[in-house]
């Protein structure tokens, strides 16, 4: 304790004084010269450097408190003391610094604050509330944090309204929109519009039509606006008037009859001759075509010219792609629409005259009978009179007529494409220019007592060929009348394919089928799975079995046996359909065509495992998927 004693009597003066000790092996007299000597009363700061050391050791005298240095190396002391851990805990490099603060004058007493100049690491130290207290008041600090504040909030406002407008203008997950109307189905087929009645209406209800379909003769496309033309269709519409059930019209726009406006004028005028397929000045037939179905040369005369003739006598092929048939049907489409018509299927679309050149038409390389010769029409292939290219687009000018007259009209064809890529746009691939075409043998081939192909591959080529994205015409009335297959299991399983179904009031699908059953149609095809969701085969034969499942919403299991005995349900079953489902439907006679053992309830569980389905009878089962994990 030698070193504070002496550190003690050197603050003793009267003033205040400080300086820096030197580490261990300073001599007194260092110590004592810089204590004796003090410049003024104030604090001074005075660093001792390293080369003092140096001389201080040939000083005799030595402070008390340092160990010689001989016994330091002796023990090995000083490399505890010192450590290992760098350059700052060298005693060497070490600078200490002592402040003396004067005190009491009588006493000599004084404090002393020992400190590091930079052989240490000190803490920091803030300011003191009393130092934080000056500027409490202060007008510039006030302001500043006034403006601190205000920006806080206002930002955080902003940021507040901000969330709520991205909330509110952010485009929404829109609902799947229901179908439109045409596609809803079912649709009403009656006959001509010069014989509708009140009875018709009562028909329709029965099958929750959503149109019903007329045909208007072919010698009247033309004269829509003729009064009383017009009177037979407002009356057709008014028949309909208080109802959700759409008028649709069979069309028959591509020939006209010689007492037409358009044939008079055309006689009259040679420009209005290209709404026609007319040749002037010949002298023998232009080429070798008959008429449809005949044995006749498709050529009549009119004067000293020859026009295509294609159908009956006096009646002439229009070319549909010309300006002058555009404007002229499209003018009845638009008139049609605004007397109340919402639909409209053409007739003889196949048959549509596109043409500039009139090449001969070539013999049929697969004719259907090989008694035919070259004055029939069957020989030959028909090339060059039907399915012409740019059909599709031509039809599509017509389509975007009606619904330019309106949103919610459709536009179609009334008999099967046959060749579905003929109806699709040239520019468009797989786009078709009507709304719903009508292709394939299904329903004929559905049924059959004896189907000539699985009906499931039937049914799986005819939606691939027509698209896969296709809205089909399903048309009842092909639907052989004798089928052995119960009516009421065609129709619950043609109206869960997507499509729409055309029930003709005269077939046995109408006249063999209850309301109740049209009502669990309308009720099925509703639904978001049927509307908007996946069409699944499962592999079944001689069952016909698929899926509709929408994410989110109950799946249909549907099943159709067109044989005459029990079948089960013998297809693997995969990982994400349920072992048992609930019965949600069934044809009219699927217990009557049953045992005991196979008949089933309403809302009843059958196990696809164990289960066997009845004859010439449709089950739709109802499950929700198992998850996969």
Request: hydrophobic fraction near 40%; charge should be negative; charged fraction near 20%.
């Amino acid at each position: 304790m030698n070193l504070f004693s002496r550190l003690i009597r050197l603050g003793g003066g009267a003033s205040k004084s400080s300086v820096t000790l030197p580490a261990p092996g300073v001599c007194d007299s260092t110590i004592n010269a810089a204590s004796e000597n003090p410049p003024d009363s104030t604090e001074v700061y005075k660093t001792i450097a390293e080369d003092t050391f140096a001389g201080a050791s040939s000083n005799p005298e030595k402070v008390d408190m340092v160990q010689d240095e001989k016994a330091a190396h002796a023990d090995g002391a000083d490399e505890q003391m010192l450590g290992s851990n760098g350059v700052e805990d060298k005693l060497a490099e070490r600078r200490d610094e002592v402040k003396f603060i004067k005190g009491d004058h009588q006493n000599g007493d004084a404090k002393i604050d020992i400190g590091t100049v930079n052989g240490g690491k000190p803490a920091f130290t803030g300011m003191s509330k009393e130092e934080l207290m000056k500027y409490a008041n202060d007008p510039f600090w006030v302001r500043l944090r006034w403006i601190f504040f205000v920006c806080f909030w206002a930002i955080w406002v902003g940021m507040l309204v901000g969330a709520i407008l991205i909330i509110i203008g952010a485009p929404k997950c829109a609902a799947p929109q229901p179908l439109p109307w045409y596609k809803r189905g079912p649709h009403a087929k009656f006959a001509s519009v010069e014989t509708c009645s009140p009875k018709d209406v009562a028909d329709a209800k029965k099958l929750v039509s959503a149109g019903a379909i007329y045909e208007l003769p072919a010698a009247l496309t033309y004269d829509v606006k003729k009064p009383e033309v017009e009177d037979k269709i407002k009356h057709l519409v008014a028949l309909y008037q208080g109802s959700d059930i759409r008028v649709i019209l069979d069309l028959t726009p591509n020939y006209v009859a010689k007492n037409s406006q358009l044939m008079q004028d055309a006689i009259a005028n040679p420009e209005m001759r290209s709404a026609f397929v007319w040749r002037s000045g010949a002298n023998v037939l232009p080429n070798n075509w008959l008429k449809v179905g005949g044995n006749r040369s498709a050529w009549e005369t009119v004067g000293d010219n020859y026009v295509l003739s294609q159908f009956e006598d006096g009646y002439y092929d229009l070319r549909m792609n010309s300006t002058i048939v555009r404007n002229e049907f499209g003018g009845v489409l638009k008139h049609l629409v605004a007397l109340g018509v919402r639909g409209f299927r053409l007739k003889n679309t196949k048959f549509f005259a596109l043409f500039d050149s009139l090449e001969d038409e070539r013999p049929s390389s697969s004719p259907k009978d090989f008694s035919l010769g070259p004055n029939e029409y069957g020989f030959y292939s028909h090339n060059q009179t039907t399915f012409l290219f740019g059909l599709g687009d031509v039809l599509y000018d017509y389509l975007s007529v009606v619904k330019n007259s309106s949103d919610e009209a459709f536009f179609s064809v009334a008999e099967d494409v046959m060749y579905p890529q003929t109806y699709q746009l040239s520019r468009v691939p797989g786009a078709y220019g009507i709304d719903l075409p009508m292709y394939g043998n299904f329903v004929k081939v559905l049924s059959k007592s004896k189907p000539d192909t699985p009906l499931q591959k039937e049914l799986e080529n005819t939606l691939a060929l027509s698209g896969n994205d296709s809205w089909l015409q399903w048309n009842f009335a092909d639907i052989y009348v004798d089928t052995p297959q119960d009516p009421s299991a065609l129709a619950l399983f043609l109206s869960l394919l997507p499509g729409v179904p055309v029930v003709a009031v005269d077939a046995v699908a109408y006249q063999n089928v209850t309301k109740n059953t049209y009502e669990q149609i309308t009720t099925l095809r509703k639904t978001a799975s049927y509307m908007h969701g996946n069409l699944i085969f499962y592999q079944a034969d001689p069952l016909v079995a698929f899926s509709r499942i929408k994410s989110g919403n109950p799946g249909y299991f549907v099943i159709f046996n067109p044989t005459e005995l029990p079948q089960a349900s013998n297809f693997t079953i995969p990982d994400n359909l349920p072992d048992k489902m609930t019965v949600s439907y069934f044809s009219e006679h699927y217990n009557v065509n049953t045992d005991s053992s196979g008949q089933v309830a309403h809302a009843g569980r059958v196990n696809l495992k164990e289960f066997k389905v009845a004859p010439h009878s449709s089950i739709i089962l109802t499950y929700v998927p198992v998850n996969a994990d």
